[in-house]
Nanobody, 128 residues
Framework: QVQLLESGGGSVQPGGSLRLSCAASGYSYSRACMAWFRQAPGKERERVATIDSARQITYADFVKGRFAISRDNGKNTLDLFMNNLKPEDTAMYYC??????????????????????WGQGTQVSVSS
């Protein structure tokens, strides 16, 4: 049974930093593509960052230079390091995984429908 469990959200002031983590279990993590998405109230869920099995990374333009995604295949974890946070970063942040029937997941997948499983989310609030 695939499980994704996010942690690390919280409330910070503008300019602050947070580290989100996602613990994955129940599947071959190292072969999967992983991603962080976010959803603000009244808005659609949007891609923040992706990383495939070869560690190729993509970022949404609005986080480039501020956020960093990384994965630890030994611990089956996915991290999102968020720096210089802005009020517009306030949202629920979700970890997602794209599994492939065989082989390794490669490529940049940015749409929500391209991911098979989702975590429950962790809330990030940025305000002064």
């Amino acid at each position: 049974q695939v499980q994704l469990l996010e942690s690390g959200g919280g409330s910070v002031q503008p300019g602050g930093s947070l580290r989100l983590s996602c613990a994955a279990s129940g599947y071959s993590y190292s072969r999967a593509c992983m991603a962080w998405f976010r959803q603000a109230p009244g808005k659609e869920r949007e891609r923040v960052a992706t990383i495939d099995s070869a560690r190729q990374i993509t970022y949404a333009d609005f986080v480039k230079g501020r956020f960093a995604i990384s994965r630890d295949n030994g611990k089956n974890t996915l991290d999102l390091f968020m720096n210089n946070l802005k009020p517009e970063d306030t949202a629920m942040y979700y970890c997602a995984t794209r599994r492939t029937p065989s082989g390794n997941c490669l490529g940049s997948y940015v749409a929500t429908y391209e991911y098979n499983y989702w975590g429950q989310g962790t809330q990030v609030s940025v305000s002064s």
